[in-house]
């Protein structure tokens, strides 16, 4: 009975053939000893700088940008709240969490009005919806290459400008 190697008998922990041909996964062993496969291309920004497409600040300027849309609760809901109706009150109505949550809405606000309407559209495409900056250039009118290459552009401008409205560089 011959025994295969420990990676292979494990292949299937770190997700199908499919995810391995279109996805950029990496196998980490955290502290714990057991290793896990993690998808490092679920948002286009995390692709852009593990290609080297956009630079450090310019990363870390756009997930700053992301974290305020997410914390300020301005992402899409896909699902209901039921908080009301099992405590009878709104989930908003809880002191602190209610200030720190205004306080992201009014950081991020404050973030685009200052981006300005040319490259805040952008942003919030790509750093907060989390689409490509390829999208966005397409909703725009362009086509094929064009797109990618003016969406890319674009973004490197907008997360430069990001970048420094937040003191990076």
């Known amino acids: 009975m011959s025994h295969t190697p420990h990676?292979?008998?494990h292949a299937n922990d770190y997700g199908s053939a499919y995810m391995a041909q279109h996805f950029e996964m990496i196998v980490?062993?955290?502290k714990n000893g057991q290793s896990r496969a993690r998808n490092m291309t679920s948002a286009p920004l995390e692709?852009?700088?593990?290609?080297?497409?956009?630079?450090?600040?310019?990363y870390e300027a756009g997930k700053k940008l992301h974290a305020d849309f997410l914390y300020a609760g301005l992402s899409p809901k896909m699902t209901a709240s039921y908080k009301t109706l099992m405590t009878g009150r709104l989930a908003?109505?809880?002191?602190?969490e209610t200030e720190s949550r205004l306080e992201a809405q009014e950081r991020f606000r404050t973030t685009i009005r200052d981006i300005g309407r040319a490259l805040s559209?952008?942003?919030i495409h790509v750093c907060c919806l989390e689409d490509t900056a390829g999208d966005w250039a397409t909703l725009k009118g362009?086509?094929?290459r064009t797109a990618q290459?003016?969406?890319?552009?674009?973004?490197?401008?907008a997360l430069e400008h990001?970048?420094?409205?937040?003191?990076l560089i």
């Open 7 to 9: 990676i292979q008998s």
């Open 28 to 30: 980490e062993t955290p």
């Open 47 to 58: 692709r852009y700088f593990r290609r080297d497409q956009i630079t450090k600040f310019q």
């Open 92 to 96: 908003s109505s809880q002191g602190s």
């Open 121 to 123: 559209p952008i942003l």
């Open 142 to 144: 362009r086509k094929g």
């Open 149 to 157: 290459i003016e969406g890319m552009t674009t973004l490197r401008l």
């Open 162 to 167: 990001l970048a420094m409205y937040y003191g």
